[in-house]
């Protein structure tokens, strides 16, 4: 009768084989309960990339402030600010009367923007250093938020969001522009936006694909749940 040697290393090969931990094959945006999904690293590169040319009509960025109810008087956050892009747009309309606070976890992200509003005398930009969880925004200060290309660089989505809450004044309006992807490749899907602020206590009011038929884009408005 044929009798099968079996060596040391193929006998640690076999065993190695059989208990081996599966590949985890999940995709990235679609993470286990508990498990912290995957997001990009955030941006600490060159800031004056966000002021290209043709911008404000790519984003249609009047209409996104129309629709967040961006108007003269207002407080406003913007929330991963950069460059300021949109900080010093939104202070432009809400005007003497009103606040645009420049949230951003980089110090040369705040600094940059300090000296922007002063060169371009915008006297109502207040810069907030900001944690990676936490806006730290005053408590009941804000009418309206938007996330501009930043929520799928925010490493505790849910966490930031629900302190964000504190800050929102009643009917306040929170906007993400962001862009579909799996969360580590500068994009993250809209289904797990939505599903996350759903979690920290926010209820989805409006969706948007500006950039009809690309598939890619979106911008969400969120309002607080009572
Ligand atoms: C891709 S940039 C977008 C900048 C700007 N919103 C724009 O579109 O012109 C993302 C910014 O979000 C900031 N950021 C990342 N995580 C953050 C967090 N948890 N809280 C506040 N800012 C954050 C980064 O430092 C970076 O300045």
Not at 186 to 201: C, F, Q, T
Request: net charge neutral.
């Amino acid at each position: 009768m044929f009798k099968a040697r079996i060596t040391t290393p193929a006998l640690l090969l076999a065993l190695l084989v059989v208990t081996a931990p599966a590949q985890d094959t999940a995709p990235a945006a679609s993470s286990q309960p508990g498990e912290q999904r995957k997001t990009s690293e955030p941006y600490k590169g060159d800031l004056s990339i966000f002021d290209t040319a043709g911008r404000e009509e790519r984003l249609q960025i009047n209409r996104v402030m129309d629709l967040l109810g961006v108007a003269p008087g207002k407080t406003v956050a913007d929330i991963g600010a950069g460059s300021g892009w949109f900080t010093v747009r939104a202070a432009r309309r809400v005007g003497t009367a009103g606040v645009v606070f420049a949230v951003d976890i980089n110090p040369e992200a705040i600094k940059h923007i300090s000296e922007r509003a002063r060169k371009e005398q915008l006297q109502n930009v207040k810069t907030i250093l900001s944690k990676a969880d936490d806006p730290l925004l005053p408590a009941n200060s804000v009418d309206a938020v938007l996330l501009l290309k930043t929520y799928h660089e925010v490493a505790q989505p849910e966490a930031l969001l629900q302190k964000l809450r504190t800050a929102l004044r009643p009917g306040s309006k929170v906007g993400v522009i962001d862009r579909n992807g799996n969360g580590e490749d500068h994009g993250v899907s809209r289904e797990v936006v939505i599903r996350e602020a759903k979690d920290a206590g926010y209820k989805l009011a409006q969706q948007f694909d500006f950039v009809k038929g690309d598939n890619m884009d979106y911008f969400l408005i969120f309002e607080a749940r009572e």
